[in-house]
Protein backbone atom coordinates (compact mmCIF):
# COMPACT_ATOMS: atom_id res chain seq x y z
CA UNK A 1 0.00 0.00 0.00
CA UNK A 2 0.98 3.43 -0.67
CA UNK A 3 0.46 6.71 1.25
CA UNK A 4 1.17 10.19 -0.88
CA UNK A 5 1.77 13.07 1.14
CA UNK A 6 2.89 16.84 1.08
CA UNK A 7 4.42 18.34 4.21
CA UNK A 8 6.46 21.57 5.11
CA UNK A 9 9.29 21.29 7.26
CA UNK A 10 12.32 23.60 9.11
CA UNK A 11 15.08 23.30 7.03
CA UNK A 12 17.20 21.99 9.93
CA UNK A 13 14.53 18.91 9.86
CA UNK A 14 14.26 18.38 5.98
CA UNK A 15 17.53 18.45 5.41
CA UNK A 16 18.35 15.80 8.51
CA UNK A 17 17.86 12.32 7.23
CA UNK A 18 16.33 10.67 10.46
CA UNK A 19 14.53 13.36 11.60
CA UNK A 20 13.02 13.93 7.99
CA UNK A 21 11.78 10.40 8.27
CA UNK A 22 10.39 10.75 11.15
CA UNK A 23 8.65 13.92 10.65
CA UNK A 24 6.97 12.10 7.13
CA UNK A 25 6.33 8.97 9.08
CA UNK A 26 4.50 11.44 11.95
CA UNK A 27 2.58 12.99 9.04
CA UNK A 28 1.27 9.55 8.00
CA UNK A 29 -0.02 8.86 11.22
CA UNK A 30 3.05 5.97 11.87
CA UNK A 31 5.60 5.24 13.92
CA UNK A 32 8.98 3.41 12.99
CA UNK A 33 9.25 0.51 11.81
CA UNK A 34 5.28 0.84 10.48
CA UNK A 35 6.53 1.89 7.17
CA UNK A 36 8.72 -0.26 4.78
CA UNK A 37 9.89 2.25 2.47
CA UNK A 38 9.97 5.76 2.57
CA UNK A 39 10.16 7.60 -1.36
CA UNK A 40 11.28 11.68 -1.27
CA UNK A 41 9.70 12.53 -4.88
CA UNK A 42 10.19 16.17 -4.74
CA UNK A 43 12.00 18.83 -2.68
CA UNK A 44 11.43 22.67 -3.22
CA UNK A 45 12.14 25.67 -0.83
CA UNK A 46 9.15 27.71 0.00
CA UNK A 47 10.01 31.63 1.23
CA UNK A 48 6.81 32.89 1.30
CA UNK A 49 6.49 33.29 4.68
CA UNK A 50 7.79 34.68 7.66
CA UNK A 51 10.71 32.06 7.76
CA UNK A 52 11.92 30.11 4.81
CA UNK A 53 10.22 26.39 4.81
CA UNK A 54 10.95 22.88 2.61
CA UNK A 55 8.26 21.54 0.87
CA UNK A 56 8.50 17.56 0.30
CA UNK A 57 6.47 15.47 -1.48
CA UNK A 58 6.38 11.38 -0.26
CA UNK A 59 5.39 8.11 -0.73
CA UNK A 60 5.06 5.97 2.13
CA UNK A 61 5.07 2.24 1.47
CA UNK A 62 3.63 -0.67 3.64
CA UNK A 63 4.79 -3.48 1.26
CA UNK A 64 8.01 -4.06 -1.11
CA UNK A 65 7.70 -0.69 -3.16
CA UNK A 66 7.75 -0.85 -7.13
CA UNK A 67 11.27 -2.04 -8.41
CA UNK A 68 11.05 1.16 -11.00
CA UNK A 69 11.87 2.97 -7.92
CA UNK A 70 15.62 2.28 -8.29
CA UNK A 71 15.91 2.03 -12.26
CA UNK A 72 15.68 1.19 -14.95
CA UNK A 73 19.17 1.76 -15.11
CA UNK A 74 20.48 1.64 -19.04
CA UNK A 75 21.91 -1.04 -20.76
CA UNK A 76 24.08 -0.69 -24.06
CA UNK A 77 24.52 -3.39 -26.34
CA UNK A 78 27.59 -3.70 -28.75
CA UNK A 79 27.34 -2.08 -31.75
CA UNK A 80 30.75 -2.09 -33.17
CA UNK A 81 29.51 -4.12 -35.90
CA UNK A 82 26.11 -2.52 -36.54
CA UNK A 83 25.13 -2.77 -40.28
CA UNK A 84 24.00 1.00 -39.66
CA UNK A 85 26.19 4.11 -38.98
CA UNK A 86 24.99 7.48 -37.49
CA UNK A 87 27.30 10.82 -37.71
CA UNK A 88 26.51 12.60 -34.59
CA UNK A 89 28.06 16.19 -34.97
CA UNK A 90 28.68 18.12 -31.67
CA UNK A 91 29.39 16.09 -28.23
CA UNK A 92 27.28 18.43 -26.15
CA UNK A 93 23.93 17.24 -24.19
CA UNK A 94 21.81 16.98 -27.37
CA UNK A 95 24.64 14.77 -29.05
CA UNK A 96 25.65 12.53 -26.44
CA UNK A 97 22.20 11.43 -25.76
CA UNK A 98 21.54 10.96 -29.26
CA UNK A 99 24.39 8.37 -29.59
CA UNK A 100 23.36 6.81 -26.78
CA UNK A 101 19.80 6.13 -27.55
CA UNK A 102 21.60 5.42 -30.79
CA UNK A 103 23.46 2.47 -29.43
CA UNK A 104 20.24 1.75 -27.19
CA UNK A 105 18.35 1.08 -31.03
CA UNK A 106 21.35 -0.65 -32.55
CA UNK A 107 23.08 1.63 -34.34
CA UNK A 108 26.59 2.29 -34.23
CA UNK A 109 27.09 6.13 -33.57
CA UNK A 110 30.17 8.24 -34.53
CA UNK A 111 30.74 11.42 -32.16
CA UNK A 112 32.80 14.49 -34.07
CA UNK A 113 33.58 17.22 -31.40
CA UNK A 114 35.82 19.95 -33.00
CA UNK A 115 36.76 20.74 -29.34
CA UNK A 116 39.20 18.85 -26.93
CA UNK A 117 37.84 16.43 -23.97
CA UNK A 118 36.82 17.81 -20.99
CA UNK A 119 40.93 17.53 -19.45
CA UNK A 120 42.43 18.77 -22.29
CA UNK A 121 39.50 21.67 -22.14
CA UNK A 122 40.26 22.47 -18.98
CA UNK A 123 43.60 23.94 -19.87
CA UNK A 124 42.10 26.31 -22.35
CA UNK A 125 40.11 27.80 -20.52
CA UNK A 126 42.04 28.79 -17.76
CA UNK A 127 44.17 30.44 -20.28
CA UNK A 128 41.23 32.56 -21.40
CA UNK A 129 40.58 33.19 -18.05
CA UNK A 130 44.53 34.65 -17.22
CA UNK A 131 46.09 34.83 -20.46
CA UNK A 132 42.47 36.08 -22.51
CA UNK A 133 43.37 33.81 -25.41
CA UNK A 134 40.36 32.65 -26.93
CA UNK A 135 40.86 29.36 -28.51
CA UNK A 136 38.13 29.04 -31.05
CA UNK A 137 37.55 25.39 -30.92
CA UNK A 138 38.32 25.27 -26.90
CA UNK A 139 36.43 27.56 -24.67
CA UNK A 140 32.91 27.60 -23.24
CA UNK A 141 30.85 26.94 -25.37
CA UNK A 142 33.18 24.07 -27.92
CA UNK A 143 34.06 20.82 -26.27
CA UNK A 144 33.64 17.69 -24.78
CA UNK A 145 29.75 18.26 -23.02
CA UNK A 146 29.60 21.38 -24.72
CA UNK A 147 28.54 25.03 -23.42
CA UNK A 148 27.14 23.52 -19.81
CA UNK A 149 29.81 21.40 -19.16
CA UNK A 150 31.57 24.12 -17.77
CA UNK A 151 29.55 27.12 -17.38
CA UNK A 152 26.99 25.68 -15.21
CA UNK A 153 24.65 22.48 -15.01
CA UNK A 154 21.35 23.29 -14.10
CA UNK A 155 18.70 20.72 -15.12
CA UNK A 156 15.33 22.44 -14.50
CA UNK A 157 13.39 22.77 -17.72
CA UNK A 158 9.72 23.93 -18.81
CA UNK A 159 10.32 21.77 -21.96
CA UNK A 160 8.13 17.99 -20.22
CA UNK A 161 6.30 17.48 -23.17
CA UNK A 162 8.88 17.18 -25.49
CA UNK A 163 10.29 13.88 -23.40
CA UNK A 164 10.94 12.30 -20.37
CA UNK A 165 12.60 14.34 -18.19
CA UNK A 166 13.04 11.51 -15.60
CA UNK A 167 14.81 8.96 -18.29
CA UNK A 168 17.29 12.03 -18.77
CA UNK A 169 17.72 12.66 -15.15
CA UNK A 170 18.19 8.91 -14.63
CA UNK A 171 20.65 8.81 -16.71
CA UNK A 172 23.02 11.09 -15.09
CA UNK A 173 22.75 9.81 -11.83
CA UNK A 174 23.77 6.32 -13.71
CA UNK A 175 26.54 7.95 -15.37
CA UNK A 176 28.25 9.90 -11.96
CA UNK A 177 25.24 12.66 -11.33
CA UNK A 178 24.13 12.94 -7.45
CA UNK A 179 20.52 11.41 -6.76
CA UNK A 180 19.75 14.41 -5.69
CA UNK A 181 19.12 15.85 -9.21
CA UNK A 182 16.08 13.09 -9.24
CA UNK A 183 14.30 15.08 -6.38
CA UNK A 184 14.95 18.89 -6.09
CA UNK A 185 12.70 20.81 -8.08
CA UNK A 186 15.30 23.01 -9.68
CA UNK A 187 18.34 20.28 -9.49
CA UNK A 188 21.64 21.06 -10.26
CA UNK A 189 24.88 19.08 -10.82
CA UNK A 190 27.64 21.63 -11.05
CA UNK A 191 30.43 22.77 -12.77
CA UNK A 192 32.82 21.28 -10.53
CA UNK A 193 31.00 18.01 -10.96
CA UNK A 194 29.40 17.98 -14.77
CA UNK A 195 32.98 16.72 -15.88
CA UNK A 196 32.76 13.65 -14.89
CA UNK A 197 29.50 12.72 -15.91
CA UNK A 198 30.19 13.66 -19.20
CA UNK A 199 33.53 11.84 -19.12
CA UNK A 200 31.27 8.61 -17.93
CA UNK A 201 29.31 8.86 -20.73
CA UNK A 202 31.31 9.66 -23.60
CA UNK A 203 33.04 6.40 -22.17
CA UNK A 204 29.71 4.56 -21.86
CA UNK A 205 29.43 5.42 -25.70
CA UNK A 206 32.91 3.97 -26.43
CA UNK A 207 32.87 1.13 -24.42
CA UNK A 208 29.38 -0.09 -26.55
CA UNK A 209 31.49 -0.11 -29.84
CA UNK A 210 30.67 3.55 -30.91
CA UNK A 211 33.10 6.40 -31.93
CA UNK A 212 34.01 9.87 -30.14
CA UNK A 213 36.72 12.02 -32.11
CA UNK A 214 38.24 15.14 -31.07
CA UNK A 215 39.27 17.83 -32.68
CA UNK A 216 37.32 16.70 -35.30
CA UNK A 217 36.00 20.04 -36.80
CA UNK A 218 33.27 19.91 -40.07
CA UNK A 219 34.38 22.37 -42.53
CA UNK A 220 32.02 20.67 -45.86
CA UNK A 221 29.31 18.66 -46.11
CA UNK A 222 28.86 16.07 -49.02
CA UNK A 223 25.86 16.54 -50.88
CA UNK A 224 24.22 14.80 -53.53
CA UNK A 225 21.05 15.33 -55.09
CA UNK A 226 19.56 17.13 -51.98
CA UNK A 227 21.05 14.03 -49.54
CA UNK A 228 24.01 14.67 -47.08
CA UNK A 229 25.90 11.54 -47.31
CA UNK A 230 28.18 12.93 -45.05
CA UNK A 231 30.93 15.50 -43.96
CA UNK A 232 34.08 16.72 -44.42
CA UNK A 233 36.64 17.47 -41.74
CA UNK A 234 39.24 20.66 -41.32
CA UNK A 235 42.08 17.81 -41.90
CA UNK A 236 40.36 16.92 -45.54
CA UNK A 237 39.43 13.26 -44.19
CA UNK A 238 35.38 12.50 -45.62
CA UNK A 239 33.31 10.46 -43.73
CA UNK A 240 29.98 8.89 -44.83
CA UNK A 241 27.38 7.31 -42.85
CA UNK A 242 23.34 6.46 -42.91
CA UNK A 243 22.32 9.42 -41.30
CA UNK A 244 23.99 12.68 -40.11
CA UNK A 245 22.64 14.34 -36.78
CA UNK A 246 23.97 17.70 -36.48
CA UNK A 247 23.72 19.40 -32.75
CA UNK A 248 26.22 21.62 -32.95
CA UNK A 249 24.90 24.03 -30.47
CA UNK A 250 24.17 27.34 -31.01
CA UNK A 251 27.44 29.33 -30.85
CA UNK A 252 28.80 27.10 -34.13
CA UNK A 253 28.26 30.15 -36.21
CA UNK A 254 31.11 28.29 -39.13
CA UNK A 255 28.58 25.47 -39.67
CA UNK A 256 25.51 28.29 -40.23
CA UNK A 257 27.69 29.92 -42.49
CA UNK A 258 28.31 26.79 -44.13
CA UNK A 259 24.58 25.84 -44.49
CA UNK A 260 23.90 28.71 -45.74
CA UNK A 261 26.89 28.89 -48.36
CA UNK A 262 25.95 25.51 -49.69
CA UNK A 263 22.33 26.36 -49.84
CA UNK A 264 20.81 24.27 -47.06
CA UNK A 265 17.59 25.92 -45.99
CA UNK A 266 17.75 27.70 -42.50
CA UNK A 267 15.67 30.59 -41.25
CA UNK A 268 16.44 33.56 -38.80
CA UNK A 269 14.70 32.97 -35.32
CA UNK A 270 14.16 35.37 -32.37
CA UNK A 271 16.20 35.32 -29.69
CA UNK A 272 17.18 37.47 -26.61
CA UNK A 273 20.53 39.30 -25.39
CA UNK A 274 21.28 41.97 -22.65
CA UNK A 275 23.68 41.91 -19.79
CA UNK A 276 24.48 40.14 -16.69
CA UNK A 277 24.02 41.97 -13.49
CA UNK A 278 26.19 40.53 -10.28
CA UNK A 279 25.16 41.23 -6.53
CA UNK A 280 26.56 40.24 -3.43
CA UNK A 281 24.94 36.40 -2.93
CA UNK A 282 24.14 37.75 0.85
CA UNK A 283 21.96 40.86 -0.90
CA UNK A 284 19.83 37.90 -2.55
CA UNK A 285 19.69 35.63 0.46
CA UNK A 286 18.26 38.47 2.64
CA UNK A 287 15.79 39.48 0.06
CA UNK A 288 14.48 36.01 -0.28
CA UNK A 289 14.43 34.28 2.91
CA UNK A 290 14.72 37.38 5.28
CA UNK A 291 17.99 36.34 6.68
CA UNK A 292 21.31 34.73 5.65
CA UNK A 293 21.42 31.31 3.90
CA UNK A 294 23.75 29.88 6.75
CA UNK A 295 24.46 26.45 5.40
CA UNK A 296 21.79 25.02 5.61
CA UNK A 297 19.33 26.42 3.08
CA UNK A 298 20.55 26.81 -0.65
CA UNK A 299 21.84 30.38 -1.74
CA UNK A 300 18.95 31.91 -3.25
CA UNK A 301 17.73 32.54 -6.26
CA UNK A 302 15.08 34.47 -8.55
CA UNK A 303 13.12 34.40 -11.50
CA UNK A 304 12.00 38.03 -13.25
CA UNK A 305 10.32 39.17 -16.03
CA UNK A 306 8.59 42.51 -17.49
CA UNK A 307 7.07 43.63 -20.26
CA UNK A 308 8.33 47.04 -21.95
CA UNK A 309 7.65 49.16 -24.49
CA UNK A 310 10.17 51.02 -26.61
CA UNK A 311 9.25 52.94 -29.66
CA UNK A 312 5.87 51.21 -29.66
CA UNK A 313 7.62 47.56 -29.28
CA UNK A 314 7.01 45.54 -26.70
CA UNK A 315 9.23 43.04 -25.25
CA UNK A 316 9.71 40.85 -22.43
CA UNK A 317 13.14 41.69 -20.31
CA UNK A 318 13.49 38.63 -17.73
CA UNK A 319 15.72 36.86 -15.82
CA UNK A 320 17.85 34.49 -17.58
CA UNK A 321 20.45 31.38 -16.14
CA UNK A 322 20.33 32.85 -12.61
CA UNK A 323 23.47 31.76 -11.19
CA UNK A 324 23.40 31.70 -7.34
CA UNK A 325 26.63 31.64 -5.29
CA UNK A 326 28.52 31.38 -8.69
CA UNK A 327 30.53 33.32 -11.19
CA UNK A 328 30.72 35.35 -14.60
CA UNK A 329 32.93 33.56 -16.88
CA UNK A 330 34.34 34.90 -20.40
CA UNK A 331 32.11 32.40 -23.44
CA UNK A 332 33.76 34.20 -26.80
CA UNK A 333 34.17 31.84 -28.94
CA UNK A 334 36.46 33.99 -31.23
CA UNK A 335 39.14 36.63 -31.14
CA UNK A 336 37.90 39.85 -30.82
CA UNK A 337 34.42 39.56 -29.24
CA UNK A 338 33.32 39.76 -25.40
CA UNK A 339 30.92 37.44 -24.63
CA UNK A 340 29.70 36.46 -20.73
CA UNK A 341 28.01 33.93 -19.47
CA UNK A 342 27.40 32.35 -15.71
CA UNK A 343 28.18 29.44 -14.01
CA UNK A 344 27.76 27.88 -10.32
CA UNK A 345 29.55 25.10 -8.72
CA UNK A 346 27.77 22.17 -6.94
CA UNK A 347 27.80 23.93 -3.52
CA UNK A 348 27.29 27.36 -5.02
CA UNK A 349 29.41 29.01 -2.18
CA UNK A 350 30.45 31.98 -3.89
CA UNK A 351 30.10 35.32 -2.52
CA UNK A 352 28.23 36.59 -5.51
CA UNK A 353 25.40 35.86 -7.24
CA UNK A 354 24.29 36.53 -11.19
CA UNK A 355 21.81 36.30 -13.34
CA UNK A 356 22.01 37.44 -17.46
CA UNK A 357 18.85 39.54 -17.87
CA UNK A 358 18.04 40.18 -21.07
CA UNK A 359 15.21 41.27 -23.35
CA UNK A 360 13.78 39.54 -26.28
CA UNK A 361 14.65 39.91 -30.02
CA UNK A 362 12.51 39.66 -32.80
CA UNK A 363 12.70 39.12 -36.31
CA UNK A 364 11.50 42.72 -37.15
CA UNK A 365 14.22 44.09 -35.22
CA UNK A 366 16.72 42.68 -37.46
CA UNK A 367 17.75 43.69 -40.45
CA UNK A 368 16.44 40.72 -42.97
CA UNK A 369 16.31 42.26 -45.86
CA UNK A 370 19.75 42.97 -45.65
CA UNK A 371 21.12 39.30 -44.05
CA UNK A 372 18.54 37.14 -44.81
CA UNK A 373 18.66 34.00 -42.41
CA UNK A 374 21.75 35.32 -40.76
CA UNK A 375 20.02 38.84 -39.63
CA UNK A 376 19.91 37.66 -36.40
CA UNK A 377 24.04 35.99 -36.06
CA UNK A 378 25.31 39.77 -37.20
CA UNK A 379 23.01 41.44 -34.82
CA UNK A 380 24.82 39.31 -32.30
CA UNK A 381 28.06 39.57 -33.95
CA UNK A 382 27.91 43.25 -33.99
CA UNK A 383 27.01 43.66 -30.61
CA UNK A 384 29.88 41.47 -29.01
CA UNK A 385 32.59 43.14 -31.32
CA UNK A 386 31.48 46.83 -30.08
CA UNK A 387 32.08 45.16 -26.23
CA UNK A 388 35.17 43.90 -26.93
CA UNK A 389 36.10 47.79 -28.25
CA UNK A 390 34.81 49.63 -25.42
CA UNK A 391 36.59 47.60 -23.26
CA UNK A 392 40.11 47.61 -24.70
CA UNK A 393 40.05 44.97 -27.02
CA UNK A 394 40.98 41.71 -24.98
CA UNK A 395 39.00 40.12 -22.55
CA UNK A 396 38.07 42.04 -20.03
CA UNK A 397 34.19 43.25 -20.30
CA UNK A 398 32.70 46.59 -20.19
CA UNK A 399 30.19 47.14 -16.86
CA UNK A 400 28.68 49.90 -15.26
CA UNK A 401 26.99 50.07 -11.63
CA UNK A 402 23.71 49.21 -11.91
CA UNK A 403 22.70 52.51 -10.31
CA UNK A 404 24.29 54.63 -12.50
CA UNK A 405 22.76 52.95 -15.09
CA UNK A 406 19.20 53.88 -14.41
CA UNK A 407 20.60 57.29 -14.01
CA UNK A 408 22.46 57.05 -17.54
CA UNK A 409 24.96 58.57 -15.61
CA UNK A 410 29.28 57.11 -16.22
CA UNK A 411 30.62 54.86 -13.03
CA UNK A 412 34.09 56.12 -11.87
CA UNK A 413 34.95 53.15 -9.99
CA UNK A 414 33.41 49.57 -10.14
CA UNK A 415 32.47 46.43 -7.40
CA UNK A 416 35.19 43.12 -6.78
CA UNK A 417 33.52 40.67 -9.35
CA UNK A 418 34.24 37.39 -9.98
CA UNK A 419 34.95 37.77 -13.09
CA UNK A 420 38.27 36.89 -13.66
CA UNK A 421 39.51 38.58 -16.93
CA UNK A 422 38.56 42.23 -15.05
CA UNK A 423 36.25 44.99 -15.88
CA UNK A 424 36.59 48.44 -17.12
CA UNK A 425 33.82 51.23 -16.52
CA UNK A 426 32.03 51.89 -19.68
CA UNK A 427 28.12 53.61 -20.50
CA UNK A 428 26.74 50.38 -21.44
CA UNK A 429 24.40 52.92 -23.63
CA UNK A 430 27.48 52.58 -26.30
CA UNK A 431 27.93 48.97 -26.04
CA UNK A 432 24.10 48.17 -26.20
CA UNK A 433 22.72 50.86 -28.25
CA UNK A 434 19.27 52.95 -27.09
CA UNK A 435 16.45 50.96 -28.06
CA UNK A 436 18.05 47.80 -26.32
CA UNK A 437 19.69 50.20 -23.13
CA UNK A 438 15.85 51.43 -22.24
CA UNK A 439 14.40 48.07 -22.43
CA UNK A 440 17.20 46.99 -20.20
CA UNK A 441 16.28 49.88 -17.46
CA UNK A 442 12.85 49.59 -17.40
CA UNK A 443 13.22 45.73 -17.08
CA UNK A 444 15.51 46.86 -13.87
CA UNK A 445 13.22 49.81 -12.40
CA UNK A 446 10.48 46.56 -11.89
CA UNK A 447 12.94 44.33 -10.93
CA UNK A 448 14.43 46.54 -7.74
CA UNK A 449 10.19 47.18 -6.87
CA UNK A 450 10.23 43.57 -6.41
CA UNK A 451 13.12 42.96 -4.66
CA UNK A 452 14.49 45.59 -2.08
CA UNK A 453 18.17 46.94 -2.77
CA UNK A 454 17.88 44.78 -6.22
CA UNK A 455 18.02 48.05 -8.64
CA UNK A 456 21.11 50.08 -6.76
CA UNK A 457 24.79 50.41 -7.10
CA UNK A 458 24.87 47.74 -4.87
CA UNK A 459 25.19 45.69 -8.23
CA UNK A 460 26.82 46.61 -11.61
CA UNK A 461 25.84 44.96 -15.10
CA UNK A 462 28.72 43.29 -17.29
CA UNK A 463 28.27 43.16 -21.02
CA UNK A 464 27.14 41.26 -23.07
CA UNK A 465 25.10 38.46 -22.34
CA UNK A 466 24.38 37.26 -26.18
CA UNK A 467 24.16 33.56 -26.10
CA UNK A 468 20.82 33.11 -24.77
CA UNK A 469 19.71 30.96 -27.28
CA UNK A 470 20.48 29.98 -31.41
CA UNK A 471 19.66 33.03 -33.60
CA UNK A 472 19.15 30.41 -36.38
CA UNK A 473 16.44 27.76 -37.00
CA UNK A 474 17.24 24.47 -38.84
CA UNK A 475 14.11 23.61 -40.01
CA UNK A 476 12.91 19.86 -40.03
CA UNK A 477 9.98 18.22 -40.37
CA UNK A 478 7.42 17.64 -37.39
CA UNK A 479 7.19 14.19 -37.99
CA UNK A 480 10.38 12.98 -39.15
CA UNK A 481 12.53 15.36 -37.38
CA UNK A 482 14.60 15.41 -41.03
CA UNK A 483 15.21 18.80 -42.99
CA UNK A 484 12.73 19.27 -45.38
CA UNK A 485 14.72 19.47 -47.79
CA UNK A 486 18.20 17.57 -47.43
CA UNK A 487 17.01 13.82 -46.86
CA UNK A 488 19.80 12.69 -43.97
CA UNK A 489 20.37 15.17 -42.26
CA UNK A 490 18.64 15.48 -38.86
CA UNK A 491 18.88 19.09 -37.19
CA UNK A 492 18.84 18.57 -32.91
CA UNK A 493 19.04 20.38 -30.07
CA UNK A 494 19.80 24.09 -29.28
CA UNK A 495 22.23 24.76 -32.12
CA UNK A 496 19.06 23.86 -34.29
CA UNK A 497 16.83 26.10 -32.61
CA UNK A 498 14.81 22.94 -30.80
CA UNK A 499 15.38 22.83 -27.29
CA UNK A 500 17.11 25.54 -24.36
CA UNK A 501 19.58 24.24 -21.67
CA UNK A 502 20.97 20.75 -20.66
CA UNK A 503 17.75 18.61 -20.10
CA UNK A 504 15.51 19.86 -23.32
CA UNK A 505 18.26 19.63 -25.34
CA UNK A 506 18.84 15.61 -24.11
CA UNK A 507 15.60 15.18 -24.90
CA UNK A 508 15.79 16.26 -28.18
CA UNK A 509 18.72 14.45 -28.49
CA UNK A 510 17.22 11.15 -28.00
CA UNK A 511 13.96 12.12 -30.24
CA UNK A 512 16.33 12.72 -32.93
CA UNK A 513 18.06 9.30 -32.31
CA UNK A 514 14.44 7.44 -32.29
CA UNK A 515 13.68 8.99 -35.91
CA UNK A 516 16.96 8.20 -37.33
CA UNK A 517 16.17 4.45 -36.13
CA UNK A 518 12.39 5.06 -37.30
CA UNK A 519 13.88 6.16 -40.84
CA UNK A 520 16.69 3.28 -41.20
CA UNK A 521 14.67 0.61 -40.12
Known amino acids: MKQELEILLPPEVAFDEFARYEAIL ?4 LRPGEADFVHLRKRSIDARGRQPLVRLRADVYRGAPPAELFGPWFRYPGVAQARRTVLVVGAGPAGLFAALRCIELGLKPVVLERGKDVRARRRDLAALNKEQTVDPDSNYCFGEGGAGTYSDGKLYTRATKRGDVGRVLRRLVQHGATPDILVDAHPHIGTN ?5 VQALREAITGAG ?3 RFGARVTDFILENNRLRG ?3 ADGAALTADATVLATG ?3 RDIYELLHRRGVLIEAKPFALGVRVEHPQELIDRAQYRRPARGLLPAASYALVQQTEVQGRQRGVFSFCMCPGGF ?6 APGEVVVNGMSPSRRDSRFANSGIVAAVELEDLDVAQHGA ?3 LRFQQALEQRACQAA ?4 RAPAQLLGDFLKNKPSIQLLETSYQPGLVPVRMDDVLGAPLAERLRQGFASFGRKIPGYATNAAQIVGVESRTSSPVRIPRDQHTLQHPVVRGLFPCGEGAGYAGGIVSAAMDGERVAEAVAALLD
Open 26 to 29: RQAG
Open 193 to 197: KLPAV
Open 210 to 212: GEV
Open 231 to 233: VVL
Open 250 to 252: HSA
Open 328 to 333: IVPAAT
Open 374 to 376: LAG
Open 392 to 395: GGTQ
